[in-house]
């Protein structure tokens, strides 16, 4: 039985390397701010659209990020790395916008019930196909895109970090403040029930 | 073992950060239950195909959007807004440049005041330019910050700092070459009317990495700071 190395997951440590960019952006340097955005926007968008399932959405939740890190940039000390931070941001403005979404469509009680983490009921709700995955050609993709879209939102933003971005357990942690216990445990069920959710065209797309 | 419990730890098997005695316990379970065994092997493909889900490219209007959101965002502030600190590089040309067309528009003024401009409105007039002079910019602290390669392939770094406002009689400041949260070295640079200038030998790293930050009291006791990037001449 082969084993994945253990929290080898280098792809954020980029995040590191950014204090002076941000010391430059607080100080109100505009070009610093808009290569913190070149820098972040392939990495914040896919997140996004990860999570919400359409571009449209997932544009919208990327620019209000940056117009957000933008606006409170000021107050970030470094006392948590940058990524996490701005993790963290993209979180909040799209559970954010989900909740404004359900106002909007005055959706039912029953449906309500899914955000509770053991609920699995709604599936499927934001499947229509992607202009990505359509482009790429990628059929696997989108399905697991569809079973992602289809879990309670707390444990789509934990799949996502973990698996899509390659965040570290600490790192989940530290963005959602949760204790690393309970990001572990969170994500061993969240990834039982997408294998569930997946079951019936595992061997159609090779899962 | 029952098989609820074995899939409690079925992640950290696959990642690895299962305990020693956890996975003794487990292993033994599932060379006893197919149905786990093979849920395993199942979460493991599952994993390896998420891991494999790939980055998307933005829109091409990302960055434009941004921005104007932000614009749009700060008009509707400006009025409630306390005026951000502002870090302006300027080239030394470009300030020369600037001072010269200021000091123009100061004789053209204050001859059209002499000349024409009736005495009542003589005092609105020089307190119109002045008042611009003491706008924003007076408390937009300017420090640019040069790197020069010498022919010897030495490098150092050039500090020109003005402070301005609160600032402009503050006797000293102390630049500092810094890379990341490093400081690689640091200066204290006398300052005349809030002026200076030094220079720091900079060590064999890109300019990329390169920031000056400059540090002071301000006359209340606080102490304030900016930071720069550093560019290449």
Known sequence: MTELAHEDRSRNREGDDDAALIAACQAGSKEAFDRLITKYQRRVYTFAYRLTGNAEDAADVAADTFVRLYTSLGSFRGHSSFVTWLYRVVTNLYLDSRKKKRVRQTQSLDEMVELEESSVQRQYDDDRPSPHEIAEGNERTAALQQAIASLPEYQRVMVVMYHVDGMAYEEIAEALQLPIGTVKSRLNRARLALRHKLEPIREQYGL | ?233
């Open chain 2, 1 to 233: 073992m029952k098989c609820d419990r074995a899939q409690e730890w079925f992640s950290s098997l696959i990642d690895g950060s299962i305990r020693p005695a956890e996975k003794v316990v487990l292993e033994a379970h599932l060379t006893t239950c197919r149905s786990c065994a093979a849920d395993v092997e199942r979460l493991r493909t599952m994993w390896h195909a998420l891991d494999a889900m790939p980055q998307l490219d933005p829109p091409t209007t990302l960055r434009a959007t941004v921005w104007q959101r932000i614009e749009a965002a700060g008009s509707q502030a400006a009025a409630a807004a306390e005026p951000a600190p502002r870090f302006v590089v300027r080239s030394p040309r470009l300030i020369w440049i600037r001072s010269l067309a200021l000091g123009a528009a100061v004789v053209l003024l204050a001859a059209l005041a002499t000349v024409s401009v009736p005495g009542k409105y003589r005092t609105a007039a020089f307190s119109s330019l002045f008042g611009h002079l003491a706008g924003p910019q007076r408390n937009t602290p300017i420090v640019e910050a040069t790197l020069v390669r010498s022919a010897e392939a030495s490098s150092v770094v050039d500090i020109t700092i003005a402070l301005s406002g609160q600032s402009h009689d503050v006797a000293s400041a102390v630049a500092e070459l810094i890379t990341g949260s490093e400081v690689l070295a640091s200066q204290e640079v006398p300052l005349r009317s809030g002026r200076g200038q030094t220079s720091i030998a900079a060590p064999a790293v890109g300019s990329a990495e390169l920031s000056v930050r400059v540090v002071w009291r301000d006359p209340n006791g606080a102490e304030r700071s900016f930071v720069s990037p550093v560019r290449i001449r």
